[in-house]
Structure formats: C-alpha cells, structure tokens
C-alpha cells in the first residue's frame, strides 16, 4: 500500500467519511529500509478513509443433478467497504493530526460576536 491509494476490504461498520485505523500491519518499506513484523510491527498504524460501501463482483452457483432435471442458479454479491490510504506510520512515529484551518468569519462580524 501507498498513500492515496484505494482498497477494497471486507464490510466494516464506519460511516462514510470517517477515519478508520489499521493497527495490525504485517511489512512496511520505505525505499530500501523494510521493516517485518513477527507476525505484526508492534505500535505500527495505517490510518485510511471510508468512501462507503460497495458490492463485489457476483458469483454464480449452479446445484445440478443429472437424470432428474433438477438445476438451480443462485448468485451472491459480497459488500466491501472502499478505504482511501491516508498515512502510514511505522513504529514509534506519532500520528500528527492534520492543522485544521481557521474558520471564516462573516462580513461584519467581529471576535466578540457583535
């Protein structure tokens, strides 16, 4: 995985748009320095982004008995949830969280409110 790359996982219950973190993350490299876990990097993290829900690609089951004309087609359709790889970050590295801009304030209005 890299950053602003997008995954299918199995269904998670997260809203869309909120942030969902991965906390069991098995090798990370980074150019030439790779790091694997025994079996997980302790304190690693993956932070990704919901884009909501999504249905995979149908698979076809067909029941069939010869002799008897006895044939039936059923199909499933597995939901996944989308993520969007924002960060990652190796052990011991703190997770900054990003500087939230300062909010517009409206024609006229001044810092006492008034």
């Given at each position: 995985m890299s950053p602003g790359q997008i995954i299918d996982v199995e269904r998670l219950?997260?809203?869309?748009g909120s942030s969902v973190e991965l906390d069991k993350v098995l090798c990370i490299a980074d150019g030439d320095k790779v790091t694997s876990g025994t079996p997980?990097?302790?304190g690693a993290k993956v932070i990704a982004t919901s884009q909501g829900e999504k249905k995979g690609d149908k698979v076809?089951?067909?029941r069939y008995?010869?002799?008897v004309r006895y044939s039936i087609k059923t199909g499933h359709r597995q939901v996944h949830t989308r993520l969007v790889i924002d960060r990652i970050a190796g052990p011991g590295a703190a997770l900054e969280e990003p500087a939230k801009k300062p909010s517009r304030?409206?024609?006229g209005?001044?810092?006492d409110g008034t």
């Open positions: 219950s997260v809203a869309e997980i990097i302790e076809v089951v067909l008995k010869s002799k304030r409206r024609k209005a001044t810092k």
